[in-house]
């Protein structure tokens, strides 16, 4: 007979809350089944399924995207559409990735104009620091407003 583990075992073993594995089973995601006693009892698959939800949280993917998209495991029969669809859902949360990194590359380089201006104020250093949150500012908005072109003062650049 197959090791079955309780639920706080699992929560030991993966470091997951025992209310959130709670709330797992609650919403659908992982169904452990159900002693004499009616305590959760996981299996070794019941495991893995949640070994890889973290994992999936960990790529950034929802709890409904989850649910929704990637519960393989309880399909009789795999159907090639629904492969299909799963495939364009993540080449999309992957474009969406792509874009997050672009922004967060981005905003280290503002941190570190930041850092350099702070640690070593000057005029030179300040305009860099303007130029560079003009940039993102143009970035964010696709078109240079009136208030860009302006300095604090008012003057036209």
């Known amino acids: 007979m197959e090791k079955q583990y309780s639920i706080q075992e699992v929560s030991r073993m993966l470091g997951i809350p025992k209310d ?15 002693g004499h006693n009616s305590y959760r009892k996981y299996s070794r698959e019941d495991i893995v399924g949640l070994m890889n ?5 960990y790529a950034d993917f929802s709890l409904e995207e989850i649910k929704g998209k990637f519960q393989f495991h ?7 559409a629904y492969c299909e669809e799963v495939a364009e859902f993540l080449e999309t949360k992957k474009a969406k990735t792509i874009k997050k990194i672009a922004h967060l590359e981005k905003v280290s380089q503002l ?47």
């Open 20 to 34: 959130t594995l709670r709330y797992y089973d609650r919403i659908g995601i992982v169904s452990p089944s159900r």
């Open 111 to 157: 941190l570190d104009v930041a850092v350099k201006t702070l640690r070593d104020f000057n005029h030179e250093n300040d305009q860099q620091l303007t130029v560079f949150v003009r940039e993102i500012y143009r970035d964010l908005h696709k078109k240079e407003t009136e208030i860009i072109k302006e300095d604090c003062d008012g003057h036209q650049n």
């Open 74 to 80: 309880r399909m009789q029969s795999i159907d090639p």
């Open 53 to 57: 939800i973290q994992i999936m949280q």
